[in-house]
């Protein structure tokens, strides 16, 4: 076997002969927009553009070129299911890896000439008369689809905190989805807000080179512990040789079994899942920080897993390091010299990173959505984002969302959900594709009975169990998946045929 050829190259196209022809738009260059396209080249159509803002590919990584980038999720799943990665370095793959990755897939797939690169969509509207979307873009041309696929992902517009006084710093400061490369790190004073996964994998990575690091806190976080290791060249070598070795990953009971309980744990937050995990987290706490003032400091006062539990193989070692402080008070105000506490302490640092996250309810906006009768997707978003199943929406026909609003998140891949919303999209549109209408949607009533026991499912999560966190929409409600994730595929599996309006 030819070692540098990926399992990509395994399998054949199905072919669209005989099909209506049908033309995409997807939104979005990131690592379902990538798959989208990569999906349709497969099964033979080509006749796509992919609309990216940047210029270039990757979405979040390329966006996060933060020091300490790594996915918590194993490399070998965080990978597509049709371009395995032998190469893979370690366990925990580091965000320029994953970057590479995309690029490489986005070549070889042949996606790449398909993507129109700064080019950000700014309006996209349904027209009734041709049951075609009508898109917009930045540099002012335009383009007419049948199927619009929105996949421009979830954590893309970065949250910047209104501090008092930010703009008076007199070192550098800005968002980690931002970073600067002219930031005084090695032997400086840094300072890093926020304690998501983000700011955590920050600390891990500066507390070896700053001279000072303050971690600012204001809600703890639970930190699962995890092993990381590095796959030798024997074993890539082997990996190279036999997919199967890859595979075998992909599908470790173990890791799958740890998913389930965890996603079947979360929907009730007094279930003995939630319990474990918790002692797990606790017992890492308890156990790995000697000093009792700083154990408490770095307690936090909510269930695990309420926030996205954080995932580390090295925060609390970090954190003990000579010359890394954890501050838990409240930031009064930013002065030119630091971050001045309430308590009067003041912090003087170099450099400010502020990982304070992003605005998840954004997703395919700030363009303007106009569906059936014109219809504005923010008038039917003014609640919180919502969607059929996390895909599709009554009124928005041929309009179908990757990684979108009640969509899984959690600390499982990503890409295994992406590529379960592509079948379930294809089984949706097939009726398209045989000409039997020019329009499919979800039934507003079929809709509304979901979004109902979404909700109620939601409220029961741990995501509700009582913190704040990204996943909460601006009601208080758990924004995301609130089932099982056998419940998710099974969903995924087979679309409900009723629950949809096939229209001329
Ligand atoms: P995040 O989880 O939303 O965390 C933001 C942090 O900033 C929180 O600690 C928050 O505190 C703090 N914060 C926000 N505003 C603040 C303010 N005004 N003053 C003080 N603190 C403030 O954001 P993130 O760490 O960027 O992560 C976002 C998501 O990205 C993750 O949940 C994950 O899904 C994804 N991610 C994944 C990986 C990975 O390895 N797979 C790595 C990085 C990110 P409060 O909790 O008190 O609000």
């Known amino acids: 076997m030819d070692t540098n050829r990926w399992y990509w190259y395994e399998g054949s196209k199905m072919g669209t002969t005989g099909e209506t022809p049908l033309r995409y738009a997807i939104i979005g260059a990131g690592m379902s ?43 070998h799943t965080y990978s597509y299911s049709f371009a395995l990665n032998p190469e893979w370095s370690a366990y925990y793959a580091t965000g320029p890896e994953i970057h590479a990755y995309f690029k490489r897939v986005a070549d070889e797939s042949g996606v790449m000439p398909h993507v129109r690169f700064n080019n950000e969509v700014r309006a996209c509207v349904f027209d009734d008369a041709t049951a075609k979307w009508h898109l917009t873009l930045s540099d002012g041309s335009t383009y007419d ?24 710093f007199a ?59 590095e796959y030798t060249a024997e074993q890539r070598a082997a990996f190279a040789a036999n997919p199967q070795l890859i595979e075998d990953i992909r599908t470790n009971a173990e890791y799958w079994d740890a998913v389930y309980r965890f996603t079947e744990g979360v929907t009730d937050f007094t279930s003995p899942q939630m319990q474990e995990i918790e002692d797990i987290c606790r017992r890492n706490l308890e156990d790995n920080v000697h000093d009792p003032v700083l154990c408490e400091k770095l307690r936090p006062n909510y269930h695990a897993a309420c926030k996205r539990l954080i995932y580390s193989w090295e925060y609390y070692e970090c954190v003990q390091r000579p010359g890394v402080f954890v501050e838990t008070g409240g930031i009064e105000r930013i002065e030119p010299a630091g971050v001045r506490m309430n308590d009067g302490t003041l912090h003087e640092l170099d450099t400010l990173i502020l990982a304070t996250g992003f605005d998840a309810s954004r997703f395919i906006r700030p363009a303007v959505v106009s569906g059936r009768d014109g219809r504005l997707l923010d008038d039917f978003w003014e609640e919180r984002p919502r969607a059929h199943y996390a895909v599709s929406m009554p009124g928005f026909p041929n309009l179908f969302m990757l990684n979108g609003p009640g969509a899984p998140v959690g600390n499982f891949p990503l890409i295994d959900i992406a590529e379960r919303q592509w079948d379930y999209i294809e089984q949706v549109i097939a009726p398209l594709r045989k000409g039997e209408g020019r329009t499919v949607e979800p039934t507003a009533e079929a809709f509304d009975a979901y979004e109902e026991r979404r909700i109620a499912a939601a409220r029961k999560t741990i995501f509700g169990s009582g913190c704040t966190s990204w996943y909460l929409d601006k009601t208080g409600i758990p924004a995301t998946w609130p089932w099982g994730y056998h419940d998710f595929a099974k969903a995924m599996e087979s679309p409900v045929t009723s629950e949809f309006v096939v229209s001329a």
């Not at 609309?51 to 999720?73: H, M, S």
């Open 145 to 168: 689809a049948d199927i619009v696929i929105a996949a421009s992902g979830v954590l893309h517009n970065p949250k910047v905190p209104e501090l008092p006084g930010l703009e008076s």
């Open 33 to 75: 927009g990538i798959m989208a396209g990569a999906k349709l080249l497969k099964r033979g159509d080509s006749d796509f553009v992919v609309f990216e803002k940047g210029a270039e590919i990757g979405g979040t990584w390329r966006d996060n070129r933060y020091p300490g980038l790594t996915c918590d999720t194993p490399s």
């Open 171 to 229: 070192g550098k400061a800005f968002h980690s989805a931002r970073w600067d490369d002219d930031a005084l790190l090695d032997g400086a004073r840094v300072g890093v807000i926020g304690c998501g996964s983000t700011g955590i994998q920050l600390v891990n990575a500066l507390s070896s080179r700053a001279s000072r690091l303050v971690h600012f806190q204001r809600s703890p976080q639970w930190i699962m512990p995890v092993v990381q290791f």
